[in-house]
């Protein structure tokens, strides 16, 4: 892997990027802070990780992708992702870095749903953007790599849901990464203003097994009082890919943020999830699945951070470890004074099969405040040989046992996916992962 010295851009190329996108002035200063900062500031530390030889700046800006005319012919990668007899009425498709398709219906968009790329966004919604965009969830200034995306982002979706308004059907963008020598820094925004309700769904692919490159990944999600969004995931970067993904949820009074995650990249990658529970009666639901197999290094925060009354927290992680795979798995829920009644739980389990495979999970509570409730569990282990005897008892063959097994360790992340064509995929992942 590649030591980071130097940050491959200067001010110029900052600008210039800036301006064929038509951007604000107040993203094109934004950026140039991100650069000036990446030069000076350090990588992130994460737990038992030393990533201080990833690859994180070696790559390129990859060509604009074709444009798609009609979901019914998608290129062949990309048709696991759509339901042939079901054709998702609200969907982006960003090929590389730029739009190949999308769609809003008529319904939402008279409704003042916004579901659309991030430089669009930028150009027709940018007051609104820039309430948002790297303040309140995630800062530029928190390491080198939140810089960098400062100031390289080239893709992303902003989703925004006016007041009292119920989005009934799923969001679904797919990232597909074509030029595998391309990187993607991916800013991805969802706001559910007040009493609203959405579903957002989005998927991440490439087929780079040897070209390397980057992707860098920032998502924050603001659900205000009383709303509810509901995130699902799942990333499929190649094994030629070093991965920096940092998901932030904010949620304000009696406000719910749920979390489905599915990290089934197949390179070194580190991911962070993390939900503040701001106002009172607000509550998270975090859950990750993972599927690690060769000899790539796998490093998983989930942490909710308790600030009301009466918050909830729920974290739940599940992995499984084959070949030399190494991975961390930390689960942090902080209660901060005064977050009187607050409640932190957290699961953590890892399933190793093989003598090779490393992993490691770290049940944390920081607790501020003495009228909450906290808990957590923790294991890392084996197959159980009583589950396997049992199934083979009734007829089953070990191979197919071990499959049923892991796959019920798994199931509960994946039954939490909202789009059944995505769940279908998940679990064809988790198959291919394992055979």
Do not use: C
């Amino acid at each position: 892997m590649t030591t980071i010295t130097t940050v491959p851009y200067n001010n110029e190329y900052i600008e210039q990027f800036s301006k064929e996108n038509n951007e604000p002035s107040w993203m094109t200063s934004l950026r140039l802070k991100g650069l000036d900062l990446a030069q000076s500031l350090d990588l992130p530390k994460p737990d038992k990780t030393n990533i201080t030889r990833w690859n994180f700046t070696q790559f390129k800006h990859g060509a604009k992708g074709e444009a798609i005319s009609d979901l019914k012919n998608v290129p062949e990668e990309l048709k696991d992702f759509i339901d042939e007899e079901n054709i998702p009425e609200n969907i982006v498709i960003l090929r590389n870095q730029s739009v190949a398709y999308a769609a809003l219906s008529d319904d939402l968009k008279n409704k003042g749903v916004i579901f659309t790329d991030i430089f669009t966004a930028l150009k027709e919604h940018g007051e609104l953007v820039e309430k948002y965009y790297m303040k309140d969830a995630v800062g530029i200034d928190e390491h080198k790599l939140t810089a960098l995306h400062a100031a390289l982002m080239n893709s992303g979706v902003f989703v925004y849901v006016p007041k009292n308004v119920q989005v009934d059907v799923p969001l679904q963008t797919l990232f597909w990464q074509e030029d595998r020598e391309a990187a993607l820094f991916n800013h991805v925004i969802v706001v559910a203003e007040e009493n609203s309700e959405v579903t957002y769904v989005e998927n991440y692919i490439s087929d780079n097994e040897s070209e390397q490159t980057v992707s860098n990944i920032i998502t924050e999600v603001f659900a205000h009082d009383n709303a509810k969004v509901s995130f699902g995931a799942v990333d499929h970067f190649a094994a030629g890919t070093t991965s920096y993904i940092n998901r932030r949820g904010v949620a304000y009074r009696d406000a719910t943020i749920d979390w489905a995650l599915g990290q089934m990249n197949e390179g070194n990658t580190v991911s962070e999830n993390v939900t503040n529970l701001i106002g009172d009666n607000s509550s998270v639901n975090a859950r990750t699945v993972t599927v690690g197999r060769g000899k790539q290094t796998q490093n998983f925060t989930a942490k909710t951070v308790h600030v009301g009354l009466d918050t909830d927290g729920q974290i739940s992680q599940r992995g499984v470890l084959s070949g030399k795979t190494t991975a961390i798995f930390n689960a942090i829920g902080k209660i901060e004074n005064g977050a009187t009644r607050a409640n932190a739980e957290q699961e953590s389990r890892v399933l190793m099969l093989s003598g090779d495979a490393r992993g490691d999970a770290n049940p944390i509570l920081l607790i501020d405040e003495d009228d909450v409730t906290a808990g957590h569990a923790a294991s890392v282990g084996r197959i159980d040989d009583m589950q396997l005897y049992y199934l083979q008892s009734r007829g089953i063959t070990k191979e197919e046992a071990e499959r049923l097994v892991i796959h019920g360790f798994l199931a509960p992340v994946v039954s939490e996916l909202p789009i059944q064509t995505i769940k279908n995929q998940l679990t064809q992942l988790i198959e291919g992962k394992l055979s």
